[in-house]
């Protein structure tokens, strides 16, 4: 077993440090898996959380403390060791703790950890301030992949261009908007169950092709090996062509709008309501995505185990929205843009929603940029967006609307909404729990603070010689078991 796995994906992202403010895992940001480890990690069949650098971890009666024993003799790419004093800095790091300047984008996942201590070499322990029932299943996600603390020290804000982990995978090469080029660990510690050393691959090859039509054209041609944007006008005829493998799985992803909540006219929820009710979402899950994507009435996935279907959003209604412009102060509409990808298919979402909005007098003004200017205008606080999430704890995305939150790009703090959040967060059991995250989905949809277009699912396709690929619900998916036949 090994290989070359050449793999067509839509972008070039920003930077790949986990801790980052900028941290985006889609497009070669997807490389992130293979270079970095978590603590834990998730079965991608069964979403069970396993052990990965962490052997096993035991909480604490009152939940406020996690103990975890790490695996022995794992080292990063740089040749420095894997241990309990590069879990603390990860984690001091990424919420603030050592350098009160520094924001990472997910900092809202950790913002419970007091400290973490060096118990010794390979154990380390969480202390937190007051128990968060979300935190396991964040280490198990992006901004719970370790970083080299040595790497990190060296190459300072460069180091998200040059990412160093414990991962299967290391980079070799990485050119922007060209391909980034990751190859094997060779000092990888985790065996298949028959002893076999991971990975299996010898390298990863991503090259960015925005038009993810021209994705599919490289797969049949063999120029490409494996494609994870699969233009939804396209999906039947994959399905169809024998030379083609397709993997479709219900994820937890769904496209989101975000608008800024701390100036007019999305201040007014009356405003909120009228644009968002113009919105015809299954027009455009028919038109756009061909019925692959499904209407969301909700930021929480018919994947999740917390998944409500009784949970409705504000109704498709032109009168309605007109009315709601009226009552907001607008009557005759109002202008407003929108930061989005140059990526096709977006675009022809984002040209849906302007049709359908102008027909209250609402002028949405599109402005395309690539990856890097969506998240530099977010984190500017400036206009609106619209994200592609996938998240195995659907408190993920509503932590990020903590009013203290410098992930809370949106400008929301609503008093009701932290007081669900904290709820949720400090429930153990699972079903008192769900109770409450349904309820956070609720008010969101009712508010409303931000609006689910359609829940995607986890797609892709490949040459028949790819071997070995099992798809997640989470937006990385892990390719140590692949190989090429």
Known sequence: MGGTLKWAVGYDTDGIDPAGRTLSLGGTGQGAREIYNGLIQYDPDTQKLLPELAKEWAVS???KEITFKLQPNVK???????NAAAVKFHFERITGITD???VGRFRNN??????VEVVDDLTAKFVLKKPQASLLSFLGDGSGYITSPAAVQKFGDAYQKNPVGTGPMKIKEWTKDLRMVLEKNPDYFEKDAAGNKYPYLDSIVFTPIPDASVQIANVRTGTMDFADEIAPAEVAKVKADTSLVYYEKPSFG???LYPMYDKPPFDNQA???????????????????FDVSKPAETIISPASAYFDPATKGVPFDLNRAKQKLKECGKPDGFDVKIHTMTLPRIQQRMEAIQAQVKKIGINLELVLLDITGVLAERTKFNGMAIYEGSYSDPVHYMGNFQCDNPGNWEKICDPQLEKLYADAEAAVDF????AIVQDIAKYLSHTPWMWPVVHNPQNAISLKKVKGYRPGPQ???QFKWVWIE
Request: hydrophobic share 35%; glycine share 6%; aromatic share 14%.
């Open 61 to 63: 009666p009152d939940g």
């Open 76 to 82: 990063f790419h740089d040749g420095t060791p894997f």
């Open 100 to 102: 009160s300047k520094y």
């Open 110 to 115: 950790f913002l419970q950890i007091a400290n």
């Open 254 to 256: 769904q496209e989101t």
């Open 271 to 289: 405003c909120r309501e009228a644009f968002f009710g113009a919105i015809d979402k299954a027009a455009i899950s028919k038109a756009v995505y």
């Open 431 to 434: 079903n008192k729990r769900k």
């Open 475 to 477: 937006i990385t998916q």
